[in-house]
């Protein structure tokens, strides 16, 4: 910030002190024009003119606006004043109330100017050399984070990917937001290190403020390749494959790259978290450890409260059977508080009933937890500790892996925002999200595909699938992953085939546990498979007021097995 402008703050700041401290009774009628000495006596006092005095009133108010606006807005080389911020730019919440974008602040409105600045920095100081020719090429944004996609020369052609979270601005920035995002840097170094996942190159990040786009970033290779859903339902003629094939292709080429996550394994469930260090050390192993796991694009208008950090503090665990119990037990107790019926008792009689046959980890005699050991090390050797494995980002989500239009492979993998340790049945032996949608959101016509705004042609067409063919392409998956690991693989005592090609209902039932609605649609799934044309509400309602005869619930319970198993 230039010394002329930071003087004019302090200046202003000294008349608001001023002003603060001056008497906040008015003068008494016949003290107008008179002022009280030392020795009590009154003096004349100088009449001031009203012209002049009107006029400096009000340059003085005109500047404190000036004044408040420019400490309201960050100073970046979008605009006039050149250099970084010294602090955190503060914005009012009243600017969420009426937009539902207001959460994102100026992050949308970054200039191109200073993102060439930021790149230009960037090749000067890594590569000693001056970048020409740059130039910001495509602006996106989902809903966590916008995406800037820069190009340069130096001295070929090459291309980056700068992103900035939604809350990287003003007070929305917290400590632990700068946390995760250092975070999600050292886990995408980390996992391209340790696995043949095609994650980009971090090239460069920064949690503070202090940078020429005046906010923190994440500075990315760029991988040129198109959302996994878009190649999935992309019928579009000039392709040297069908589009079985293609699909075959991608099938192939995910579940050979995620099979080489099974050599990262840990003895907690919850964040993984990199430790602060001096310097930016790319070889640092991470450890799994209490921390707030936010999203960036979390919602902040006043309706919804003000954000607290704890809601959404995730803590390490080392059993997780007896985790997902409590958050069963928990989300019982707040829909009884909320809606006593007998449905809501009955439906969680039944998803006790159906976590109870699911495949959990061993347990020995004296309950401690076995593992049957893989042939790839997979397993913990030390009876009583369960083994944890990382996933894809985001639960496996789809659209953050990039596959090649043409051949299906896939070349990338990004938004690592948020990854946490799973238990096996939820990890890396799982099938992507494309593959679970039957269960976890349902199928409803006229389904459209997931396609990006630049391919809104292919939005019209109609989609034709019902749940087998998901069936179909889950075995397809499990077979092309049992392929990758090599036959016999093993974990927590089951093969992985089975969290292959049954890892979707796992998803479905212990990911709905936070939501009473999204159960009973999952359980309306599960009771048209176990009980077909049993009449589900009638079975709810009847298991909520008197339960299941012993041999009702001994009968439930095989149909479950079978189901999950």
């Given at each position: 910030?230039?010394?002329?402008?930071?003087?004019?703050?302090?200046?202003?700041?000294?008349?608001?002190?001023?002003?603060?401290?001056?008497?906040?009774?008015?003068?008494?009628?016949?003290?107008?024009?008179?002022?009280?000495?030392?020795?009590?006596?009154?003096?004349?006092?100088?009449?001031?003119?009203?012209?002049?005095?009107?006029?400096?009133?009000?340059?003085?108010?005109?500047?404190?606006?000036?004044?408040?606006?420019?400490?309201?807005?960050?100073?970046?080389?979008?605009?006039?004043?050149?250099?970084?911020?010294?602090?955190?730019?503060?914005?009012?919440?009243?600017?969420?109330?009426?937009?539902?974008?207001?959460?994102?602040?100026?992050?949308?409105?970054?200039?191109?100017?200073?993102?060439?600045?930021?790149?230009?920095?960037?090749?000067?100081?890594?590569?000693?050399?001056?970048?020409?020719?740059?130039?910001?090429?495509?602006?996106?944004?989902?809903?966590?984070?916008?995406?800037?996609?820069?190009?340069?020369?130096?001295?070929?052609?090459?291309?980056?990917?700068?992103?900035?979270?939604?809350?990287?601005?003003?007070?929305?920035?917290?400590?632990?937001?700068?946390?995760?995002?250092?975070?999600?840097?050292?886990?995408?170094?980390?996992?391209?290190?340790?696995?043949?996942?095609?994650?980009?190159?971090?090239?460069?990040?920064?949690?503070?403020?202090?940078?020429?786009?005046?906010?923190?970033?994440?500075?990315?290779?760029?991988?040129?390749?198109?959302?996994?859903?878009?190649?999935?339902?992309?019928?579009?003629?000039?392709?040297?494959?069908?589009?079985?094939?293609?699909?075959?292709?991608?099938?192939?080429?995910?579940?050979?790259?995620?099979?080489?996550?099974?050599?990262?394994?840990?003895?907690?469930?919850?964040?993984?978290?990199?430790?602060?260090?001096?310097?930016?050390?790319?070889?640092?192993?991470?450890?799994?450890a209490a921390a707030v796991m936010a999203p960036f694009g979390r919602p902040m208008k006043k309706s919804k409260g003000k954000f607290n950090?704890?809601?959404?503090?995730?803590?390490?665990?080392?059993?997780?059977?007896?985790?997902?119990?409590?958050?069963?037990?928990?989300?019982?107790?707040?829909?009884?508080?909320?809606?006593?019926?007998?449905?809501?008792?009955?439906?969680?009689?039944?998803?006790?009933?159906?976590?109870?046959?699911?495949?959990?980890?061993?347990?020995?005699?004296?309950?401690?937890?076995?593992?049957?050991?893989?042939?790839?090390?997979?397993?913990?050797?030390?009876?009583?500790?369960?083994?944890?494995?990382?996933?894809?980002?985001?639960?496996?989500?789809?659209?953050?892996?990039?596959?090649?239009?043409?051949?299906?492979?896939?070349?990338?993998?990004?938004?690592?925002?948020?990854?946490?340790?799973?238990?096996?049945?939820?990890?890396?032996?799982?099938?992507?999200?494309?593959?679970?949608?039957?269960?976890?959101?349902?199928?409803?016509?006229?389904?459209?595909?997931?396609?990006?705004?630049?391919?809104?042609?292919?939005?019209?067409?109609?989609?034709?699938?019902?749940?087998?063919?998901?069936?179909?392409?889950?075995?397809?998956?499990?077979?092309?992953?049992?392929?990758?690991?090599?036959?016999?693989?093993?974990?927590?005592?089951?093969?992985?085939?089975?969290?292959?090609?049954?890892?979707?209902?796992?998803?479905?039932?212990?990911?709905?546990?936070?939501?009473?609605?999204?159960?009973?649609?999952?359980?309306?799934?599960?009771?048209?498979?176990?009980?077909?044309?049993?009449?589900?509400?009638?079975?709810?309602?009847?298991?909520?007021?008197?339960?299941?005869?012993?041999?009702?619930?001994?009968?439930?319970?095989?149909?479950?097995?079978?189901?999950?198993?």
């Open positions: 910030m230039p010394n002329s402008i930071k003087r004019l703050f302090a200046c202003l700041d000294d008349a608001d002190a001023d002003a603060a401290h001056q008497p906040a009774h008015r003068p008494s009628k016949g003290s107008k024009g008179s002022a009280t000495s030392s020795d009590g006596t009154h003096s004349a006092k100088k009449p001031r003119s009203s012209s002049s005095s009107s006029v400096l009133t009000r340059t003085t108010t005109s500047l404190c606006r000036v004044a408040r606006k420019l400490r309201s807005n960050p100073i970046t080389p979008q605009r006039s004043f050149k250099g970084p911020t010294d602090h955190a730019p503060r914005f009012s919440d009243d600017t969420e109330v009426d937009d539902p974008n207001g959460r994102w602040g100026p992050i949308l409105s970054i200039s191109d100017e200073a993102l060439v600045s930021l790149v230009s920095l960037f090749t000067f100081s890594t590569q000693r050399k001056s970048a020409t020719n740059i130039s910001v090429i495509a602006r996106t944004n989902g809903r966590n984070n916008a995406l800037y996609t820069v190009q340069y020369y130096c001295p070929s052609l090459i291309k980056v990917c700068v992103r900035v979270p939604a809350c990287g601005w003003g007070d929305r920035w917290l400590p632990s937001d700068a946390d995760a995002l250092r975070n999600v840097a050292h886990t995408m170094r980390y996992v391209q290190k340790h696995t043949t996942l095609p994650v980009p190159d971090v090239l460069q990040y920064d949690t503070t403020f202090n940078n020429a786009i005046g906010a923190p970033y994440l500075m990315m290779s760029y991988v040129h390749g198109r959302p996994l859903p878009e190649v999935w339902y992309d019928r579009a003629a000039g392709s040297t494959k069908s589009l079985e094939d293609k699909r075959q292709a991608i099938l192939r080429s995910l579940a050979t790259v995620t099979a080489s996550l099974r050599s990262l394994t840990f003895t907690k469930m919850g964040p993984l978290l990199f430790r602060p260090v001096n310097g930016d050390d790319k070889d640092q192993r991470p450890y799994v950090p704890q809601d959404h503090l995730s803590t390490p665990e080392s059993d997780s059977r007896a985790f997902f119990f409590h958050c069963l037990d928990a989300a019982r107790a707040y829909a009884i508080a909320h809606e006593r019926t007998s449905e809501v008792r009955g439906v969680f009689k039944l998803w006790r009933l159906l976590m109870e046959e699911m495949p959990w980890p061993e347990r020995s005699s004296s309950t401690r937890i076995t593992y049957g050991k893989s042939n790839h090390g997979e397993g913990n050797e030390d009876e009583g500790v369960e083994t944890f494995v990382l996933g894809p980002p985001a639960d496996f989500d789809a659209a953050s892996i990039l596959v090649d239009e043409h051949s299906g492979a896939v070349v990338g993998v990004v938004g690592w925002d948020g990854l946490e340790t799973q238990p096996l049945m939820l990890g890396w032996p799982t099938c992507p999200d494309l593959l679970t949608v039957d269960w976890t959101r349902g199928i409803s016509w006229p389904r459209r595909p997931p396609f990006a705004a630049r391919t809104k042609e292919m939005a019209t067409v109609d989609i034709i699938e019902d749940g087998r063919s998901w069936d179909a392409y889950r075995a397809d998956y499990a077979a092309h992953l049992q392929a990758a690991i090599g036959a016999g693989g093993q974990a927590g005592g089951f093969p992985f085939e089975l969290y292959a090609t049954k890892g979707h209902l796992y998803q479905a039932v212990l990911r709905s546990l936070d939501d009473l609605d999204q159960m009973r649609e999952v359980l309306d799934r599960v009771l048209e498979v176990t009980l077909p044309r049993v009449r589900r509400a009638d079975l709810v309602v009847s298991v909520g007021e008197a339960g299941l005869s012993a041999e009702q619930e001994r009968y439930v319970r095989a149909k479950f097995r079978e189901l999950l198993r």
